[in-house]
T-cell receptor, first 110, second 112 residues
Framework: SQQGEEDPQALSIQEGENATMNCSYK?????LQWYRQNSGRGLVHLIL?????REKHSGRLRVTLDTSKKSSSLLITASRAADTASYFC??????????FGKGTKLSVKP | DSGVTQTPKHLITATGQRVTLRCSPR?????VYWYQQSLDQGLQFLIQ???????AKGNILERFSAQQFPDLHSELNLSSLELGDSALYFC???????????FGEGSRLTVL
């Protein structure tokens, strides 16, 4: 079963614009992770935010976490065509394994 | 390059057949995970091994089995294949159970 659900399912923006993706989850977490997947390739870890953190930055990425609302958001600033990919949030399952949402497909047009 | 190696990259087989997918984790990683990714089901967790022992089990069919060997490489065996088993199968590894996962490039299975 899915733990995290991303929203929107698809997002299309112009280069230079910001992209925001949201993730909602169901149960309490120790941490939440965001991954990126280029079409047909393996997933790549972007950022991990712990349950006691509210915001975290990495380059052009900004992740927020609201444990009271069980939600997280990923912001990509000044997007580039190379940011075109699917983005997944992931949280720990009941057995400690990582459960992924269905992802947001981001398309950045040059 | 994540350091996780999966073979084969592509595999085409017929219904009813059996295949084995292989994964070599990153050097030093004790945990290995298998995921199945299909268009309609997203990324589904199948099974996790830690240092040779099964740690967690997800939506893995009885026709599927896996194991992790003493050298820490892992194999996923898929038998009595059906059309619906066509998917990308990913292996990932990590140092521990709660941190960052490193994914291989996947094995694309097509069942005809």
């Amino acid at each position: 079963s899915q733990q995290g659900e991303e929203d929107p399912q698809a997002l299309s923006i112009q280069e230079g614009e910001n992209a925001t993706m949201n993730c909602s989850y169901k149960t309490s977490i120790n941490n939440l992770q965001w991954y990126r997947q280029n079409s047909g390739r393996g997933l790549v870890h972007l950022i991990l935010i712990r349950s006691n953190e509210r915001e975290k930055h990495s380059g052009r990425l900004r992740v927020t976490l609201d444990t009271s609302k069980k939600s997280s958001s990923l912001l990509i600033t000044a997007s580039r065509a190379a940011d075109t990919a699917s983005y997944f949030c992931a949280t720990g399952g009941s057995q400690g394994n990582l459960i992924f949402g269905k992802g947001t497909k981001l398309s950045v047009k040059p | 390059d994540s350091g996780v190696t999966q073979t084969p990259k592509h595999l085409i087989t017929a219904t009813g057949q059996r295949v084995t997918l292989r994964c070599s984790p990153r050097s030093g990683d004790l945990s290995v995970y298998w995921y199945q990714q299909s268009l309609d089901q997203g990324l589904q967790f199948l099974i996790q091994y830690y240092n040779g022992e099964e740690r967690a089990k997800g939506n893995i069919l009885e026709r599927f089995s896996a194991q992790q060997f003493p050298d820490l490489h892992s194999e996923l065996n898929l038998s009595s294949l059906e059309l619906g088993d066509s998917a990308l199968y990913f292996c990932a590894s990590s140092v521990d159970a709660s941190g960052e996962l490193f994914f291989g490039e996947g094995s694309r299975l097509t069942v005809l």
